[in-house]
């Protein structure tokens, strides 16, 4: 995923067009999909009975992937890496205020360590990073935590792949709709990058769905935390940039604070 927000950058540096780099995050999963269930005969698969709530999460998710990009445009790839991690916060607070959990002091403290954090390394009024960019990439991770609602709700009744192919059918021909508009001539490095893009946004949601085959969630949350690493080490070698003093400072804070998140939900449910 690190790898895809590489090329999502590469993009707009090219002045590509952020929705033509979305339909093309979007697209490859409807055949490959359809394909699969070919192969193997499991057309009947593909129905359902909650069009409507695939219909709901798909709009999110639109919103959502788009603020996501855009951060990874506006920002450093570690510093919009980082502040994606406060999803975590916003579910907590989600899982409050909408789904009425209890939440204990653990995890409250956990969430305003992280927000410090986040102060840290956005650094208003300090000439920290764009602030733009810091309140799109928190946005984009608080829409993150609303679908990760909404999913959790479709799971009951839906297979994972079934969530993943009626997002891409929801929303390819949405940005499909968009293309004549925004849409601008390429040249082999440009449509290098559009087909990278799509080749690694569709590995990376096999194996992210994958993972949760092999291992418990808060193993793989865990994992999770290295794409820090691989962001920092692509944004020191494609684009020259390394995280702010300030960002060393505030990323061990939202890390470890959502770490201690994940430790608190397995007490929860082991207790």
């Not at 096999?206 to 920092?232: K, Q």
């Amino acid at each position: 995923m690190s790898g895809m927000y590489v090329l999502i950058k590469l993009a707009g540096e090219r002045e590509i067009h952020i929705v033509e780099s979305l339909f093309w995050r979007q697209l490859p999963t409807i055949p490959f999909v359809l394909i699969w269930l070919l192969l193997k005969g499991q057309w009947p698969r593909l129905r359902t009975k909650r069009l409507g709530a695939h219909a709901r999460r798909a709009m999110y998710g639109m919103v959502g992937m788009s603020l996501n990009f855009a951060a990874v445009t506006l920002l450093p790839l570690a510093e919009a890496t980082a502040l994606n991690f406060t999803t975590v916060f916003w579910a907590v607070i989600l899982s409050a205020v909408i789904l009425k959990e209890n939440v204990g002091y653990w995890r409250w403290g956990a969430v305003l360590i992280g927000f410090v954090g986040v102060l840290a390394i956005a650094k208003p009024g300090a000439g920290g990073i764009s602030l733009s960019g810091a309140s799109v990439a928190l946005a984009g991770a608080f829409m993150i935590a609303l679908i990760s609602i909404q999913i959790r709700n479709l799971s009951i009744s839906e297979e994972p792949f079934l969530i993943v192919f009626y997002f891409s059918v929801f929303t390819a021909p949405v940005f499909a709709l968009v293309l004549p508009f925004v849409a601008t001539p390429h040249d082999v490095g440009d449509w290098c990058i559009l087909f990278g893009l799509a080749l690694l946004g569709l590995f990376g949601q096999l194996v992210l769905t994958a993972s949760l085959r092999f291992a418990p969630v808060s193993t793989v949350i865990i994992m999770d935390y290295s794409g820090l690493i691989w962001a920092t080490l692509f944004g020191w070698i494609v684009f020259e940039q390394l995280p702010t003093p300030a960002t060393w400072v505030g990323a061990p804070l939202i890390i470890g604070a959502a770490l201690l998140v994940a430790w608190r939900e397995h007490q929860k449910t082991s207790a």
